[in-house]
């Protein structure tokens, strides 16, 4: 496995939001995020990782690890559905985030590594666990072949397993009945130049086969994600008319184009931007499902308000 490092993005007080920046800024924390596809493996490599760059704790589908251990929060892989899953990893629940945003403070790091399907998903999850957005993002296709990342999806897509890096006693202990296997994993260091002997380490990772998995995966029809789509809008403002919608999807999320009539006299400065907003915290609330981008265009003003029903 090669590693190389990815780009950093300077993190300074100028780029800070929040308080809770400032303070993880005066800590000296660095956050690596792991991006790639679901499925690519990401799990399976994130110790690897850790060790390459010495982090500490690992963020993986809604549980907060460190070493060999879960130190908070409950695994998106318990779920009975793929919707109920990425509600989990995304941190959706207050209580759920709220108790891991705890552990992380009552933690010692200076590293963490989070792992999710897009820039989007790992900003999201650093956003509600009150941490700095990642200054390192690596990609899955940065540390595995292309060879390796088709295996680790024919494993997920036929076989429906998926990876805790964590050992087989500790998933063992927590979650039972989703257990399937254990697989070793042993990290060859480079030699010492100067000739000293360097031990190998052996990591322990568990194979799981999560409920909705075994039934392959829930996604939401393109018709039902339209109508979601019309009630958000009509509930935003029933005079905006929805004249063409186009979906398109892929394994990082759902893309929207909207074609709308709107009525004259409308402010369009700003509410378009809300409109976005709106469609997306409520599809994504309400389904778990990921809305990378809805784009808007206005195609013309109409002299009477009229809506899509």
């Not at 993986?60 to 409950?74: E, Q």
């Not at 209580?95 to 590293?111: E, G, I, N, P």
């Not at 799981?208 to 935003?236: D, N, W, Y």
Request: charged share 30%; net charge positive; proline share 4%.
């Amino acid at each position: 496995m090669c590693l190389r490092w990815c780009r950093a993005k300077p993190y300074t007080v100028a780029r800070m939001k929040s308080f809770s920046d400032l303070y993880w800024f005066f800590k000296g924390v660095q956050v690596f995020a792991l991006v790639g596809e679901s499925g690519t493996g990401k799990s399976f490599r994130a110790k690897l990782l850790a060790q390459k760059y010495g982090i500490e704790l690992i963020i993986d589908d809604g549980l907060l690890i460190r070493d060999d251990k879960i130190l908070a929060g409950h695994s998106a892989k318990r779920e009975q559905t793929f919707l109920a899953a990425v509600r989990v990893a995304l941190f959706d629940d207050k209580t759920h985030r709220d108790l891991v945003a705890k552990a992380l403070q009552s933690q010692s790091f200076k590293k963490i590594l989070i792992l999710g399907t897009s820039e989007k998903m790992v900003n999201r999850i650093a956003t509600r666990l009150q941490l700095p957005p990642p200054q390192r993002i690596i990609k899955i296709e940065e540390i595995a072949t292309q060879e390796e990342i088709e295996h680790a999806i024919r494993s997920r897509r036929v076989e429906g397993k998926h990876v805790i890096p964590v050992p087989s006693i500790e998933v063992q202990r927590n979650y039972p009945q989703i257990f399937y296997d254990r697989v070793r994993v042993l990290l060859k260091r480079k030699s010492n130049p100067l000739g000293a002997k360097q031990h190998s380490k052996v990591f322990e990772k568990s194979v799981v086969r999560p409920e909705f998995s075994k039934g392959g995966r829930v996604t939401i029809s393109e018709a039902a994600l339209s109508q979601m789509v019309i009630h958000c809008v009509h509930e935003f403002d029933s005079d905006i008319r929805i004249k063409k919608l186009t979906i398109k999807s892929d394994s990082q999320g759902y893309r929207l184009v909207i074609i709308i009539d709107v009525p004259f006299g409308t402010q369009l400065t700003g509410k378009i931007h809300k409109m976005q907003a709106y469609v997306i915290e409520n599809i994504e609330r309400f389904t778990g499902i990921l809305i990378e981008d809805v784009h808007i265009i206005i195609d013309k003003i109409t002299k009477t308000p009229g809506g899509m029903r």
